[in-house]
């Protein structure tokens, strides 16, 4: 409790930096947009400021953390971090519960993070290392992730934009690919070996490294599900176009 009331106070400010973005972003920066892509914009514009941004923070406060470990206690730069991410998605949430209500995986996705960002931060204040390090590999794809979505809400009537949508596709589903399909899954292993090994001496409760393993497996299993999906619609419109050019 003594975390959270010192913390206090730069929850909302982060929280009002997310806010300010995606509210510039309906009426500013995507105003002239048509109302039914506005919000995905919006809500790709405070995922650009918050996706690179975390990568960046969470690599300098790991080096700059001696002790890092799996349950090694949160530094004041990791736990500085760690409300970063969680002010962009309890904003990111909103944004959803208000425009795609319906869309239950990313709800659940955001619940599920919020829920281990939070543990991590305010419950146990410990485990930073292995939360932003899963940060780290979930953030770094953000940034040509966010361009390629913002391409592909406009390639129907934008020329720029599909061909911007064209030439990312398929980088980009390589690097997301190598990421959440290698070095996702081999860190995670790295985690689930060190806890299930019991050598932290149960410092952090096992039912929260379960369900920080439940969460993170489920969602990088969701992350390889959607890319594979992606890559076979690549396919079939790369197959299409070779179909169209030989006839």
Known sequence: METLIKSLPDLPILFSFFLTIYLAAHFLVFRNWSPKIRPEAASCLISIFHGTPAVFLATHALFTDPNRGFSSLNTKTEA??????????????????????SDILFIGHHLATLFVFV??????????????????????????????????ARRIDVEFAAKVYDFLSLPFYAFYSVVRGILGPYFVYQMGAFFFSGVDGGIIPKWIWVSWLFVVVIAISVSILWVTNLWVQLYRERSAKLEKKST
């Open 119 to 152: 543990t991590c931060r305010y419950l146990v204040t410990r485990g930073a290392y292995a939360v932003l390090m899963l940060l780290i590999l979930a953030e770094v794809t953000s940034a040509c992730q966010n361009a390629w979505t913002l391409a592909n």
């Open 80 to 101: 500085s971090v760690l409300d970063y991410s969680i002010s962009y998605f309890l904003m990111d949430l909103i944004h959803y519960l208000i425009f795609s209500p």
